[in-house]
Nanobody, 117 residues
Framework: QVQLVESGGGIVQPGGSLRLSCAAS????????MIWVRQAPGKGPEWVSG????????YYADDVKGRFTISRDNAKNTLYLQMNNLKPEDTDLYYC??????????RGQGTQVTVSS
């Protein structure tokens, strides 16, 4: 059974940091490009970051570049998103997805990130 399970979300003050994890199972994790996506209630999904299968190429949306770092551990079948200098506008549900498209059917349930003072 293909499964992606996120963890690591929470409530943090502006300027704070969080590290999200996405545990993958049921497929060959190391063979797939992976992405992080965020979505606010009533809005469409927003692509945040992506990483290639080998982990040596990373991509970021302009508004997170320099603050977020995507990485993966293929031996542990886990994807990460280190988020630093968080801003209130980063408040969203974050989820990981397999492949390059925000419309991927293989995605997790998400973890909530709330940035508030």
């Amino acid at each position: 059974q293909v499964q992606l399970v996120e963890s690591g979300g929470g409530i943090v003050q502006p300027g704070g940091s969080l590290r999200l994890s996405c545990a993958a199972s049921g497929f060959t994790f190391s063979a797939y490009h992976m992405i992080w996506v965020r979505q606010a209630p009533g809005k469409g999904p927003e692509w945040v970051s992506g990483i290639n299968a080998g982990g040596d190429k990373t991509y970021y949306a302009d508004d997170v570049k320099g603050r977020f770092t995507i990485s993966r551990d293929n031996a542990k079948n886990t994807l990460y998103l280190q988020m630093n200098n968080l801003k209130p506008e980063d408040t969203d549900l974050y989820y990981c997805a397999r492949g390059m498209m925000v419309t991927s059917k293989v995605r997790g349930q998400g973890t909530q990130v709330t940035v508030s003072s």
